[in-house]
């Protein structure tokens, strides 16, 4: 059965960095494409980065250059390390998993409607 278990989050200061988890049980990385969300307070979840089933990676504007999702596949995990954060990055934020591209595809596509199961969201809170 398929499974998400986020880890990390808390709070940190403008400019730090922090690590999130995400551990899939059930289903191989190899056949998921998994994607980061994240709902800031009275807005809609927007994307920010995903990994495909081969390992291609893509990113939102936002996330471009301060954000970086990876794959560990020993540990069926993804991560997403996040640098130089702002206020602007205080969120609740979800990895979700789709395996509608099959087994080692490149396709990868932040759209949330893509996605069928979802973490159950960590908090990020950074403070000024």
């Known amino acids: 059965q398929l499974r998400l278990v986020q880890y990390g989050g808390g709070l940190v200061q403008a400019g730090g960095s922090v690590r999130l988890s995400c551990v899939v049980s059930?289903?191989?990385?190899?056949?998921?494409?998994v994607s980061w969300f994240r709902q800031a307070p009275g807005k809609e979840r927007e994307g920010v980065s995903c990994?495909?089933?081969?390992?291609?990676?893509v990113y939102t504007d936002s996330a471009k250059g301060r954000f970086t999702i990876s794959r560990d596949k020993a540990q069926n995990t993804v991560r997403l390390q996040m640098e130089s954060l702002s206020p602007e990055d205080t969120a609740v934020y979800y990895c979700?998993?789709?395996?509608?591209?099959?087994?080692?595809?490149?396709?990868?596509?932040?759209?949330?409607?893509?996605?069928?199961?979802w973490g159950q969201g960590t908090r990020v809170t950074v403070s000024s």
């Open positions: 979700a998993v789709t395996e509608r591209y099959g087994y080692r595809s490149s396709a990868c596509t932040i759209s949330r409607p893509n996605y069928e199961q």
């Open positions: 059930g289903v191989s990385l190899d056949y998921l494409g």
């Open positions: 990994v495909s089933s081969d390992g291609a990676t």
